[in-house]
């Protein structure tokens, strides 16, 4: 019989003699002794690992490392050397298994520039993750802090804790480095493998590159502010003159970038439409065009209608209704409250504060509207005080959204068509909730159809909504001729979105406009001077649930025809 490797009918034992007894004792505790000693693969393993002091393949790369600290002015950053590179995406494997990511997340990327003389072909892979740049837009953008740039290294760090999953930062990238993750609610990008860059190992990507292509360099700031000032960088890649990468990459092969283009520069399709976006965008400046017609009626006197107290009402839950849509954008809604911390530098920060503040002084004005005179009453120039604070505060909500979208470099999003598209909003939706309301207190009160223009003007805000709606219209019919004849190929990509996959959508956008905007104002024009109250109230109505739809589907189509930033891609089928 064996025990442990003990052998039992070894040794007869005389149970009156203790010698024997102790013999057995030890030899057996010896046995269970020499077994712990005998560890196993794993356990041999980590330790052998924990004893080692050093990188135990840091032979292979240590080339491949920086031999020294950057010093004052100076940063760590990757070099490529694109000559070597063969597109085997061991690095991508690497980068994604070391670090832990889920499945289809991906921190680095393998691309493909294409093009070169018919005597001289370029067909070059290119291996990029974040540049971490001098001036990230990341880390500008960012509502809530949750980027930081190393003062040392120079890394830009993501902090997952701080982050809220606005995904501004996803737009304001030229790089297209940070993803956003679903599941977790947040952003995740390239951290040049800090953890193991202050152990002394090399970041995953460089160990993992069969080819040595990948290094880490120590780079000076002021060569990298020349270099990309000079447009130095990659070709077919973003103006490096926005945030001033640091990725040096090296090839012998790209020497005429006029003559190469990305392998994925053909394609295109529709970007993410943002949905809850699209509803605060819209929302909010219909509220604030609303408010802006309410101090029009304060001002001209106009009593019913759009001087009546329901019309706030409507504008201010329209208003909480877009700024509650907002909320289903983010990765964790928990933490809205945080999105004033980068009011220093985030235009989204400034654009969260001014619509706060927007709210709460037309939820303070519609408040005293509906107590006084009841309760007690207020001078008429506190009220217009008030009102005027209101719309103030709105239109700077406003112009903080263009420049949201202005700031991050997309060409569609530039203010010069932004700002069009959503001061128009504004102005036609304001127009469109005054018509509606005029229609309704026309109903409800059949001679108000009787009083002058100053006290129910119908008419007079019938035909400027007519014309406001025809001056958009025509604006973005020009504008889509500009897209098309542009010299910008993002631009150009826009236009053939519109006019491609994007025509159904913006065929309907056309159709809602012309017929809320210049249709329906028509009709309730005409009833309201045949004095039929009916029909002015339902075409008056209709008028505005039509121009509506028709600005939701503008700001999708705001959404969905943008072309992204990006590195290079690969082929696809």
Aim: proline share 6%.
């Amino acid at each position: 019989m064996m025990f442990g490797g003990w052998q039992s009918s070894s040794l007869v034992i005389d149970r009156n003699d203790s010698s024997g007894l102790h013999e057995v004792d030890s030899r057996l505790i010896g046995t269970f002794l020499d077994e712990q000693g005998d560890l196993t693969a794993v356990e041999r393993f980590s330790q052998f690992h924990e004893d080692a002091a050093e990188p135990l393949q840091g032979q292979y790369y240590s080339a491949l490392m920086p031999v020294r600290p950057p010093a004052v002015g100076e940063q760590l950053a990757f070099e490529v050397d694109l000559d070597r590179c063969s597109g085997c995406k061991a690095c991508v494997a690497a980068c994604h298994n070391l670090n832990g990511l889920d499945e289809g997340e991906s921190w680095r990327d393998v691309g493909l520039i294409i093009g070169g003389r018919p005597d001289l072909p370029v067909l070059q892979h290119v291996t990029s993750a974040c540049h971490h740049c001098l001036d990230p837009a990341c880390l500008n953008a960012c509502p809530v802090d949750a980027y930081e740039k190393d003062p040392v290294t120079g890394i830009v760090k993501h902090l997952d804790d701080q982050c809220f999953g606005c995904q501004y930062c996803t737009l304001a990238c030229p790089y297209d480095v940070p993803k956003f993750h679903p599941g977790k609610g947040i952003v995740r990008k390239c951290d040049l493998c800090g953890d193991r860059l202050a152990s002394g190992e090399a970041p995953a990507c460089v160990q993992a590159c069969p080819h040595e292509a990948i290094r880490i360099r120590v780079v000076n700031v002021g060569d990298v502010v020349a270099r990309a000032r000079s447009g130095d960088f990659l070709p077919t890649a973003p103006d490096p003159g926005y945030t001033l990468p640091t990725t040096v990459f090296r090839s012998s092969r790209l020497g005429e970038p006029d003559l190469v283009q990305a392998a994925d520069e053909n394609h295109v399709e529709p970007e993410h439409a943002h949905w809850p976006l699209v509803a605060m965008l819209v929302f909010t400046q219909l509220s604030v065009g609303g408010f802006v017609m309410e101090l029009i009626a304060s001002g001209a006197g106009w009593t019913a209608g759009q001087g009546m107290a329901w019309n706030a009402i409507l504008s201010l839950a329209v208003c909480w209704a877009g700024l509650g849509a907002s909320l289903l954008h983010l990765g964790r809604p928990l933490y809205a409250y945080r999105a004033i911390i980068g009011l220093r530098h985030s235009w989204l920060s400034r654009e969260v504060l001014a619509f706060g503040l927007f709210a709460k002084l037309a939820t303070a004005y519609t408040a005293l509207r509906l107590v006084e005179p009841g309760w007690f009453a207020v001078p008429p120039f506190a009220r217009t005080v008030l009102l005027a604070s209101v719309v103030v505060t709105g239109l700077s909500g406003v112009a903080c959204s263009v420049l949201v979208y202005h700031v991050v470099r997309r060409p569609f999003w530039r203010a010069g068509f932004g700002g069009v598209k959503f001061a128009g909003t504004v102005v036609v939706l304001g127009l469109a909730t005054a018509l509606a309301a005029h229609g309704i207190a026309a109903a409800r009160s059949p001679d108000l159809l009787r009083e002058p223009v100053s006290t129910c003007p119908i008419w007079a805000v019938a035909l400027t909504l007519m014309a406001a709606t025809a001056v958009k219209l025509g604006l973005e019919a020009r504008m889509l001729r500009r897209f098309a004849e542009s010299e910008l190929i993002s631009l150009q990509k826009t236009a053939f979105l519109l006019r491609g996959v994007l025509k159904r959508p913006a065929g309907l956008r056309r159709f809602l406009g012309l017929f809320g905007g210049l249709a329906m104002p028509s009709l309730a024009a005409v009833a309201a001077a045949t004095a039929d109250p009916g029909i002015t109230a339902a075409a008056a109505t209709l008028a505005l649930a039509a121009l509506v739809a028709g600005e939701l589907t503008e700001r999708y189509l705001f959404f969905t025809a943008v072309v992204r930033l990006k590195m290079p891609g690969g082929l696809l089928p």
